[in-house]
């Protein structure tokens, strides 16, 4: 080792990896065969796949490492390893697939390594933030008052959804949250239906808000709120609702119950990861009425909408209490007259995501987004008709992408569902649903055709059959 040395030679070395270009050509190189490959491979890593992620294991590396070697390791024993969710036969977690100008436009904004913080920090990544605030106006419907948040997933817009909630129903019973805290803070009651999604429970949590204070409402058969069992609202409850159940894909009473709310000057969030964007399609758009009602949305990009991850939006129509909730301050803070993104996020130092979504958005237009909400929903009312006319029982209306089904017993249904995912043919996953052990499929890939939904079905045949003739 050459003591001070060494690093001007470690400087020396990474500057000519920037300029020649040879580690960046061979990951495309990588990339390139991975995407020939993806389409045909097996959906889930085969054994022999994830037996050699052993190969990563070692000590920490006493010195610096050759850069062609480690892009190598990572395509020899990464590559294979990953789950094929680009491919058009994962069905598994809402997980959508990526539309190619996004990872395109991924790649270039990566060699940008923007700080999305401030407008200061990177114009071109608050310039684009405020045109997708826009663009996800027009498509939603929603006025002016919104204001956009552009945070790592659903679980994080949710947060500061809710965040913004408790400093406006705090702040009118003059109690500043951000000074006093919760010690001692006036009583805020939440309003959620019984099947509402665990990231709504966990910001409760860190909101210190908590569960038991949640006053929690029947559903109906499908996953939906009771309006009809609604409790009587009030100026400090904040109502949660599901834009798409994570189940069943069911979209709560969305206007009824904002009407209500409205009224009562109670605050509504609308959960709608996934679901949301039935907003952009003229079959669908009738699912999400009344969302402009709502006070705070929730919705993620690297679901439906198809961008890469990590891509979520949290929606605000009270642009004040969004800022002061998710407040920063310091003295070494830059505000201007331009966007600065950081005052809508948790986060501080963050990617500029916002530009794969500009990028999806503005190659989709309005049409691509109608085509491809659309399309989803037709290729899940597909697999509805083939799985019925298979024998499978059909546990829920499927109102947009979300299929939920059984077999003749829980054990059948679960070895069913563990034979599909081992064959590699397909990925769905399981869960419970109404008291059952469910398969719940999730169709939200631009890749996924006619022909992978006839190979999935098959597969579940194949799989079912294997189970009942042992």
């Keep these: 080792m050459r003591g001070s040395n060494m690093d001007e030679d470690q400087q020396k070395k990474m500057l000519d990896e920037m300029v020649s270009k040879v580690i960046f050509n061979r990951a495309k190189s990588y990339a390139f065969d991975y995407a020939d490959n993806v389409l045909d491979r097996t959906v889930f890593p085969t054994p022999e796949a994830l037996q050699n ?86 498509l939603f419907g929603l006025s002016e008052t919104f204001v956009a948040g552009f945070v790592s997933g659903s679980s994080t817009a949710i947060f500061a959804g809710l965040a913004a909630g408790r400093y406006r129903i705090l702040q009118n019973q003059n109690w500043d949250v951000n000074r006093k805290g919760m010690n001692g803070a006036p009583e805020i009651r939440v309003v959620a239906g019984r099947e509402a999604h665990g990231t709504v429970t966990k910001a409760l949590a860190l909101l210190g808000i908590g569960t038991d204070n949640v006053a929690w409402v029947d559903t109906d058969e499908q996953g939906r709120i009771i309006p009809a069992l609604m409790p009587i609202l009030d100026d400090r409850t ?65 679901k439906t909408l198809n961008t890469p991850y990590d891509c979520g939006i949290v929606l ?65 009312l597909q697999m509805q008709d083939e799985l019925k006319s298979a024998g499978f029982q059909i546990l829920n209306d499927v109102v947009f992408n979300q299929i939920v089904i059984c077999c003749e017993s829980d054990a059948i249904t679960q070895a069913s569902l563990s034979a599909v995912q ?32 006839t190979r999935a079905v098959n597969a579940l045949i194949k799989a079912r059959a294997a189970v009942t003739s042992r």
Excluded at 76 to 90: D, E, I, K, L, N
Excluded at 249 to 267: H, Q, Y
Excluded at 355 to 368: D, F, M, N, P, T
């Design 238 to 302: 904040i109502i949660v609702l599901q834009a798409g159940n994570v189940n069943s894909g069911a979209f709560d009473a969305i206007d009824e119950i904002c009407n209500k709310a409205n009224v009562a000057n109670a605050w509504v969030h609308v959960d709608g990861a996934f679901g949301l964007w039935a907003a952009g399609s003229a079959q669908l758009r009738h699912l999400t009425g009344g969302i402009e009602k709502a006070n705070s949305l929730s919705v993620d990009g690297h």
């Design 53 to 138: 992620l052993q190969y990563f294991t070692e000590d920490f590396p006493k010195s610096p490492g050759d850069a062609l070697e480690i892009l190598a390791q990572l395509h020899q024993y990464g590559s294979p390893a990953t789950v094929s969710q680009t491919g058009g036969r994962y069905f598994g977690f809402v997980n959508g697939g990526v539309v190619p100008v996004a990872l395109a436009t991924r790649w270039l904004t990566d060699f940008w390594d923007q700080n999305a913080a401030l407008h200061i920090i990177s114009p071109v990544a608050a310039k684009l933030e405020e045109v997708c605030e826009t663009w996800l106006k027009q």
């Design 316 to 380: 605000c129509a009270d642009k004040q209490a969004l800022a002061q909730a998710m407040q920063a301050s310091g003295s070494y803070i830059t505000y201007g007259e331009h966007r600065d993104g950081m005052l809508y996020t948790p986060e501080m130092s963050r990617r500029a995501r916002a530009v794969e979504l500009w990028a999806v958005l503005k190659y989709l237009g309005r049409a691509g987004v109608d085509a491809l909400v659309s399309g989803l929903h037709a290729r899940a």
């Design 422 to 453: 081992q064959s590699g043919e397909c990925w769905m996953g399981g869960s419970v649903w109404r008291g059952r052990a469910v398969i719940r499929i999730s169709i939200c890939s631009w890749v996924t055709t006619a022909n992978d939904v």
